[in-house]
């Protein structure tokens, strides 16, 4: 098959959608002969790089750099093939192998569905439950859930019974948030879920009282069951940045009771915690009942797992962002829970529904096997890089790249990653005036791995694809270096 050229399946479905797509995007490239010649003459670090890796203290053992020309041949390979973890870098692989696999317009479908079509007596009651088939939509807010229990509202349903939630898209696929880091409170730790909303967060709004001298606590949004204690406290100083509070939570005898505490200076102005609060399931259960309540409706009993039988016909459905728009959510922001039910959703598309972490990994690199990516070494576990057992080589990403820059997708892909000094997890970083808006990358940090990766237009117009692994306890000391690699190849 020819460079680029597509490969096509028979029409597909999103999970739980009945929404047909008529090819999968998938293709091969083949490297020139000219860049693996050039790859087993790769130079180690050049003299404009070593003074600045020296400066890490870092013995050269911990770090894996691969920096080749797009088209041509490689400049630096420093271990190429040793496994490293990549931390949030894996995401990379997770929204490539997603846009590649799936295509740039896939959607999720949410549905909600009745048997009969939805039909209601004189009082507007539902004959049966409402059942609800999750797709796994990782962008699904408030506001869609809202409208689309208005779009049921305007259909004459108004009474309720019971609400069936099918999450049959993917397996059992909850993790405990605080298994990672202990720190089960903060959302980057979000448990995946084929029915999530608003990525299962909830905000802790405080807004400043200046009379009073003191912040007023605001939960959103207001689920029952839920109760936010501010017990943060005024300060009359300046604001020396972004408001730091300390939160906990505490089981009461009519559910969950949020502490907050700390000083903020009231110059600081509203202010925004986000905080996981509830599991998943019961966050959307709280939020159904809310949301319902609040257009008018009735549930007699309650929101429970299930699955939609085969005689339910749909009532309204609701349609995410496409793929493209999603990825550039979970790249330049590093999003977590988003990546980690993509490589679900990859999962339940190439190997069917009951999708898990295992087969979605293994869909992964399926995609990438058919693209000739040399994937040896490689170890995928949720797909976000929150893992301490995920491994890549530098050398194979390099290679994931370059196919990815060759692609006709190579746009949607590189749009998503964040911009050097201007947005992203970068913004704040490679400010300098050579050096802002000549790369888009993807950085990853954990306890002990330090990352970058992607791609760099150097002052001559060439494009450079780099991969730089730490695997260290003092990793974090390489972001100067990282740093010091673009702006090395901005200024060939």
């Known amino acids: 098959m020819a460079r680029g050229a597509w490969k096509t399946a028979g029409p597909r479905k999103t999970p739980g959608a009945g929404k047909t797509f008529g090819i999968r995007w998938r293709f091969v490239v083949a490297l020139p002969l000219s860049i693996a010649v050039a790859t087993a003459a790769a130079q180690a670090l050049p003299p404009q790089l070593q003074k600045a890796w020296q400066a890490t203290a870092l013995p050269q053992s911990a770090l894996s750099l691969v920096v080749r020309e797009i088209g041509a041949g490689t400049l630096v390979s420093v271990n190429p093939q040793t496994p490293r973890n990549p931390a949030s870098v894996m995401k990379m692989v997770t929204t490539w192998t997603g846009l590649s696999g799936l295509g740039p317009d896939y959607q999720w479908r949410t549905t909600l569905l009745a048997r009969g079509g939805g039909r209601v007596d004189a009082q507007g009651t539902l004959r049966g439950p409402l059942y609800v088939k999750a797709g796994g939509d990782p962008s699904l807010t408030i506001q869609d859930l ?56 909830v905000r802790l709004l405080f807004e400043p009282d200046a009379a009073a001298k003191k912040w007023i606590p605001i939960l959103d949004p207001p689920l029952r069951g839920l109760r936010l204690d501010g017990g943060v406290r005024w300060s009359n100083g300046r604001c020396a940045g972004a408001p730091v509070v300390a939160v906990t939570e505490t089981a009461s005898a009519d559910g969950v009771v949020i502490n907050a505490s700390g000083t903020v200076a009231g110059s600081c102005g509203e202010f925004s915690v986000y905080r996981l609060a509830l599991s998943q ?107 301490r057992e995920s491994r890549l080589t530098a050398g194979g990403l390099a290679g994931m790249l370059d196919t990815a820059w060759q692609s006709p997708l190579m746009p949607e892909f590189v749009s998503s990653l964040a911009i050097a000094g201007m947005d992203g997890t970068v913004r704040r970083r490679l400010r300098g005036e050579h050096t802002r808006g000549v790369a888009h990358l993807k950085t990853g940090t954990l306890r002990d791995a330090s990352s970058l990766a992607g791609y760099v237009l150097s002052g001559s117009g060439r494009r450079y694809v780099v991969v730089s692994f730490v695997n260290n ?17 901005a200024g060939l």
């Open 146 to 201: 809202w409208n689309l229990l208005r779009e049921l509202r305007l259909r004459g349903i108004k009474n309720l019974g019971d609400v069936v939630v099918d999450r049959s898209v993917f397996g059992n696929v909850a993790t405990d948030p605080g298994a990672f880091d202990d720190s089960p409170y903060h959302p980057y730790n979000a448990s995946p879920d084929a029915m999530m909303v608003n990525l299962g967060a």
């Open 281 to 387: 399931p019961a966050y959307f259960s709280a939020l159904f009942r809310m949301l319902w309540r609040d257009l008018g409706g009735t549930l007699a009993r309650g929101v429970e797992s299930g699955t939609v039988p085969a005689t339910a016909q749909p009532i309204v459905w609701h349609d995410s962002e496409p793929l493209s728009n999603v990825i550039r959510v979970i790249n330049k922001y590093s999003n977590n829970v988003m990546a980690r039910t993509l490589l679900l959703t990859i999962g339940a598309e190439e190997n069917g529904p009951g999708a898990t972490t295992t087969s979605g990994a293994a869909a992964a690199l399926a995609i990438l096997a058919d693209q000739h990516v040399d994937t040896a070494g490689w170890r995928i576990v949720n797909g976000a890089g929150l893992a």
């Open 473 to 489: 306890e003092n990793a974090t000391a390489a972001r100067a270096f990282d740093d010091a690699v673009i702006a090395w190849l």
